[in-house]
């Protein structure tokens, strides 16, 4: 028995992709040996940290890196690194941030729902642009450069960015002004990896913290993140983030990752204390990340690309139906199908809420039910789901044999 039905939870068929409500990704057997593995013993974690940090740091062109309880608990230790530096009475007050500087700049079509991350630190949000309503919806907001740089204060303590495709302005630009006065970007990058460069990509064009998320394509625990960057802000992050306890006048940290002498001692549990990580997350992440590489991505990739290729050929029988294997071999691979509801009978969005209500249950992806096109994504495929979803799918769409 599932150990999800033992508990009364029927498991389901998870092709959105590595989303969260449905669990991320599913790790793969090397990670979850290591956190067994990790389980049975005891560790310091400001060492096991500072251990992440040569791994992270390596991988990600950065000076310092840690291992976060995902990408928006990065989001908000980085901004708390940003308010408080190694100023331990500003740690023991976040969020509250009354007097002191406090604003993070976000260009307008940087602003998304995660934004909150931000501000759980006691940051304000100074969002950036001019309307121009002569514009597409999608390109609403006119950004230059220039509207980043005045709308730096005294009060500025980092700039926020948002990675995505054809992102702008472009990050280099933002970057530039960010050093030219001293303040700090912040680059949200959480599900922008693969490609495996990406990894690197952010921190490479001048970003000072980068945050991604580990239970995505990395294929670590669902609940793990890095946070990388400038060493000085990593070392208030993690500073931030562990419990560190006992007498200050003890405490011996690895210097290579936290600079005692910076501290005038050590924060009350702080704005970090509920996203702690578990030595078995760090190790898990940790061993993910070793296992992403070209070489293995490159295989995995195939191996998914041969699936998929499964779930076509099951179909290519019915009538009605557009299908294509996205051609991009530096992302997991995804079959969109493209539903003619006069000849197939029946429109995308109810072939999808079949699928959800059947058993087992298969989530497909529904950005684009609107468009009739139902996307099966690839990264949590193996022989079996494949051919479910294969048989499920015909089932649903030609009405032969479904349940």
């Given amino acids: 028995m599932s150990i999800y039905k033992r508990f009364g939870v029927e498991p389901l068929i998870n092709v959105v992709g590595a989303w969260t409500m449905y669990g991320g990704a599913l790790m793969e057997k090397e990670a979850l040996e290591a956190m067994d593995e990790a389980a049975k013993e005891s560790v310091r974690l400001d060492e096991l940290q500072a251990a992440a940090s040569e791994v992270i740091a390596k991988m990600t062109h950065a000076e310092a890196g840690i291992v976060t309880a995902g990408a928006a608990s990065g989001m908000t230790l980085g901004t708390a690194a940003c308010i408080a530096g190694f100023d331990v009475d500003k740690m023991n007050r976040l969020p509250d941030t009354a007097g002191m500087p406090n604003e993070v700049i976000i260009p307008w079509p940087h602003v998304t729902l995660y934004n909150h991350a931000f501000r759980a630190a006691g940051a304000k949000l100074i969002a950036v642009g001019t309307v121009n309503s002569f514009r597409p919806l999608s390109e609403a907001y006119m950004i230059g450069i220039g509207d980043i740089e005045t709308a730096i204060t005294e009060n500025t303590v980092a700039i926020a960015y948002t990675a995505r495709q054809d992102s702008y302005p472009p990050l280099e630009e933002v970057t530039q002004i960010g050093h030219r006065y001293n303040v700090p970007v912040i680059v949200d990058a959480g599900p922008q990896v693969p490609p495996i460069e990406n990894l690197h990509r952010f921190v490479d064009m001048g970003a000072d913290l980068v945050c991604i998320s580990g239970g995505k394509g990395i294929c670590g625990p669902q609940a793990s993140g890095i946070l990388c960057g400038r060493r000085d802000l990593i070392t208030s992050a993690v500073v931030q983030m562990m419990d560190l306890g006992g007498p200050f006048e003890t405490w011996s940290p690895p210097a290579s990752l936290i600079p005692k002498e910076k501290l005038r001692g050590l924060p009350e ?116 789901t494949a051919s479910i979803v294969g048989e499920r799918l015909h089932a649903v769409i030609t009405g032969h044999g479904e349940s």
Wanted: proline share 2%; hydrophobic share 40%; charged share 30%.
């Fill in 269 to 384: 549990r702080g704005i970090g204390r509920g996203m702690k990580v578990s030595k078995e997350a760090i190790i898990g992440l940790l061993v993910a990340l070793e296992n992403f590489t070209e070489d293995k991505f490159a295989r995995k990739t195939e191996y998914l690309r041969h699936l998929l290729e499964v779930i076509r050929l099951r179909l290519e029988d019915i009538v009605g139906l557009e299908m294509m294997i996205t051609e991009d071999k530096s992302v997991y691979p995804s079959l969109d199908i493209k539903i003619d509801e006069q000849m197939a009978g029946k429109s995308a969005a109810e072939i999808s809420r079949k699928l959800k209500n059947g058993k087992p249950s298969i989530f497909v992806r529904d950005m684009q039910l609107h468009r009739g096109i139902i996307c099966v994504s690839s990264n949590n495929l193996n022989e079996e």
